[in-house]
T-cell receptor
């Protein structure tokens, strides 16, 4: 059963416009959410995160929004640039209260920025 | 510096071989992780080490044996693997996993493993 869902396998956006990537989760124990960018044959690169006590976090061109009641988060990239073309993974973790937790990843969205 | 290094980058091994994957970080992180990623799939958690102790084993077959010699190093020993174990093996580290503390995980470039 998929606990983190990214329902759009791909998304095409024109350069300079806003890219919006969506993610839904089902596990109520998740309290920390992250977005990663990945190129083929490379490890995921951390982009931005958000704790469940917040509803928005911003870092430069990247903003993550969290709607806890809907169990939904989104990543906004504005303006979109050609170098943003990559696969974007949404990930979540739960607090075990004393140790580290692994991340549960969505299946990813392939973002294509068109010139 | 948010660098996690992994060696080797590529590894081809037979089903009877014994090999090891290595991971290193010098960020002072006390949690380290192994993930497995098959083509066109998301990374899947295998093991978690917290303060050099194994804290999570996601029901991984015993032909994969993790080891954490110290807080900077993480190994994954491989023995009698199957062709379906061919994948990208990713190592990650994080400061800690404690509640209320930032829990970003930083990934290495991965080892591309092919089992023949």
């Amino acid at each position: 059963d998929q606990q983190v869902k990214q329902n759009s396998p791909s998304l095409s956006v024109q350069e300079g416009r806003i890219s919006i990537l969506n993610c839904d989760y089902t596990n109520s124990m998740f309290d920390y959410f992250l977005w990663y960018k990945k190129y083929p044959a490379e490890g995921p690169t951390f982009l931005i995160s958000i704790s469940s006590i917040k509803d928005k976090n911003e870092d430069g061109r990247f903003t993550v929004f969290l709607n806890k009641s809907a169990k939904h988060l989104s990543l906004h990239i504005v303006p979109s640039q050609p170098g943003d073309s990559a696969v974007y993974f949404c990930a979540a973790s739960g607090s075990s209260g004393g140790g580290a937790d692994g991340l549960t990843f969505g299946k990813g969205t392939h973002l294509i920025i068109q010139p | 510096d948010t660098e996690v290094t992994q060696t080797p980058k590529h590894l081809v091994m037979g089903m009877t071989n014994k090999k090891s994957l290595k991971c290193e970080q010098h960020m002072g992180h006390r949690a380290m992780y192994w993930y497995k990623q098959k083509a066109k799939k998301p990374p899947e958690l295998m093991f978690v080490y917290s303060y050099e102790k194994l804290s999570i084993n996601e029901s991984v077959p015993s032909r994969f044996s993790p080891e954490c010699p110290n807080s900077s190093l993480l190994n994954l020993h491989l023995h009698a693997l199957q062709p379906e174990d061919s994948a990208l093996y990713l190592c990650a580290s994080s400061l800690t996993g404690l509640a209320g503390v930032v829990r970003e995980q930083y990934f290495g470039p991965g080892t591309r493993l092919t089992v023949t």
